[in-house]
């Protein structure tokens, strides 16, 4: 088995260069989400080129779409598109690689940027499933910046009201957004408190960089029946250099030439540092 | 003369569909009784959603079923559907392109005297300028037939508005002209032709008469399909007369009038008068009450088109 945080260091490389070539990207939120997409495409998730059009595969919705450049890589590294493809088009005149999910590209199911949609369209495939009695599991990830959306909170009513324990929701809890720390733009400081008192299973993952942590969270969330689930995956915005970790300006940013080789620098100290744990 | 209300209907054609297609699923936003889907709740539960009062949680779980193959049919008031869930409609079901079609019962100023909050003059302008989104307002519940037979073969989003009463028929049992994304030719003249859909349908039929009573004669057009709007048929009937007349239960901005101009001030010249609710909040009464005191009944309709061809 390929070792996956040395892999999120390669990937996150893949991500700046993502960036540097389309002149544009969430950055801050990509370094935070990438290992819970690492951990849902390569560790739990039926999901690959060859059967993404297979009625029982797992279905994952990017709600908070602006995190896009991070699922590009990890697609590209899953063999949808390649890197390549990505670095020439993104944000290019008339390309498919927009920045925010577009499902004309193979591997994305649903378009988003407008944050609040995904746990609702979430809530309907998994519906579909228990409907179909197909044993697919579904997947979100919203930013905790995302959770003032009240349609969160619609969606999050409907899937307990449901019972939909073959969904899975992540909250990417890096606790910036682009205005500042989450809890002075509005607080969300008893999170759990709140998805609980809306009937779910809450898991806090307390490094939710860390892909272990994740993976396990993921195994738990399967053994819970009756109920949706949510992961509290505490993370770092910007996690993986200390240029850009938890700096609100960092949310969308391109990095200057020095600030990229200083990233690349500290990304592949951390790769060679995962390889030799 | 049967009449049911076109809502009734929409319910009867998914019912008889979903006997034998079980990927047909209703959804309602605790609109189940005032959108007549109370039968379809009680026959095929399980294919039938209870969102609660919540119209952006039903247009996306709607998506989220559609992505997974089902046959989505969100029923909710025309007034809540087409502005608190636009931008689930929006990015949703039309950028994401899923199949569901969205049900805004109740349309227009069917709610009469509940307000403003109730009508739903906006839908048409609202629903037709998303990109991918189209716009169906039926005349009477025999075209709606048709129109829902027609509707379960695509897999395409679309917006479909009725009224909350039942109509006086447009079309008699057994001969309803109808053909996907074209204009019914309700009757043909020389003069002016009159282009109305929904509720509008039937008193522009009738001015027609009371315009040959004059010696006028009218061409009136059916036009349920606002978007795709059936250009042809716009121009055919312009070319054919010396005015143009629209009439909806709409906003007098971006609905079926603004639509027609278009096509006729480009394709066509001709002088088209728009006959609409008007941009202001409606006054209060019955359907009825309102257009009779707006003119948008059979009298207003042929008075404005005797004036214009004299």
């Not at chain 1, 590209?76 to 088009?89: H, I, P, W």
């Not at chain 1, 909170?153 to 682009?178: F, T």
């Not at chain 2, 169906?136 to 379960?152: C, F, G, N, R, W």
């Not at chain 2, 009159?194 to 036009?223: F, H, N, R, Y």
Request: proline share 4%; glycine share 8%.
């Amino acid at each position: 088995m390929e070792n996956l945080t040395a892999l999120s260091y390669d990937l996150r490389k893949d991500v700046i260069e993502i960036i540097c070539a389309g002149k544009a990207g969430h950055i801050g939120g990509d370094m935070s989400v990438i290992d819970t997409l690492i951990t849902l495409y390569f560790k739990q998730m039926n999901i690959s080129p060859e059967n993404m059009d297979d009625p029982n595969r797992d279905r994952f919705v990017m709600s908070k779409g602006h995190s896009v450049e991070a699922l590009y890589a990890v697609l590209a590294k899953k063999g949808f598109f390649t890197l390549e493809e990505v670095l020439e088009n993104f944000s290019k005149f008339g390309s498919k690689f927009i920045g925010h999910p577009n499902n004309k590209l193979p591997g994305i199911e649903m378009n988003s940027g407008s944050l609040g949609h995904g746990l609702p369209v979430c809530v309907g495939m998994a519906l579909a499933g228990k409907m179909n009695h197909q044993d697919y599991r579904v997947y979100t990830v919203m930013g905790d910046g995302e959770l003032a959306e009240g349609s969160v909170w619609e969606g999050a009513m409907a899937a307990s009201h449901y019972k939909l324990d073959n969904l899975c929701a992540v909250v990417d809890r890096n606790r910036l957004q682009i205005s500042g720390n989450t809890e002075d733009v509005m607080h969300h400081d008893d999170l759990h408190e709140r998805f609980r008192s809306f009937g779910w299973n809450v898991i806090d993952v307390k490094d939710g960089n860390s892909i272990d942590e994740l993976n396990a969270a993921f195994d738990e969330a399967k053994t819970v029946k009756g109920k949706p689930t949510v992961l509290i995956a505490n993370t770092v915005k910007g996690c993986g250099s200390p240029v850009m970790e938890n700096k609100a300006a960092w949310h969308h940013h391109v990095p200057s030439e020095e600030e990229y080789t200083q990233i690349m620098k500290d990304l592949e100290a951390r790769k060679e540092a995962a390889l030799h744990e | 003369m049967s009449k049911i209300a076109n809502k009734q209907m929409i319910c009867e054609v998914l019912m008889e569909a979903a006997k034998t297609d079980k990927d047909i699923v209703a959804l309602c936003s605790d609109s189940r009784g005032s959108g007549s889907f109370t039968p379809f709740a009680d026959t095929y539960p399980e294919q039938f959603v209870e969102t609660g009062i919540a119209e952006q949680n039903l247009v996306s779980i709607s998506a989220g079923l559609a992505k997974c193959g089902k046959k989505a049919y969100a029923v909710s008031p025309a007034c809540f559907l087409s502005t608190r869930s636009y931008e689930q409609a929006k990015v949703d079901v039309a950028y994401s392109n899923t199949n569901v079609k969205l049900i805004g019962i109740s349309g227009g100023v069917s709610y009469g005297a509940l307000g403003m909050s109730h009508h739903s003059a906006q839908d048409i302008a609202a629903m037709a300028a998303i990109p991918n989104m189209r716009v169906y307002i039926p005349s009477d519940h025999l075209q709606t037939k048709e129109l829902v037979k027609a509707l379960l073969k695509d897999e395409k989003p679309a917006y479909i508005r009725v009224g909350r009463n039942a109509v006086d028929p447009v079309y008699e049992e057994g001969n309803v002209p109808f053909e996907m994304d074209k204009a019914t030719v309700v009757c043909e003249g020389t003069d002016v032709a009159i282009i109305a859909c929904g509720e509008m349908v039937k008193p522009a039929k009738d001015a027609a008469e009371i315009l040959k009573e004059q010696g006028i004669s009218a061409t009136v057009l059916d036009m349920y399909c606002v978007k795709p709007l059936d250009k042809d048929a716009v121009v055919k009937a312009a070319e054919n007369a010396k005015a143009v007349i629209t009439v909806e239960e709409a906003s007098p901005f971006g609905g079926l009038g603004s639509m027609v101009s278009q096509v006729v001030g480009s394709e066509c010249p001709r002088k088209v008068i728009n006959m609409s609710l008007p941009d202001a909040p409606v006054i209060t009464g019955t359907s009825k009450e309102v257009f009779d005191y707006y003119g948008l009944n059979a009298e207003g309709i042929a008075q404005k088109a005797a004036e214009l061809v004299k």
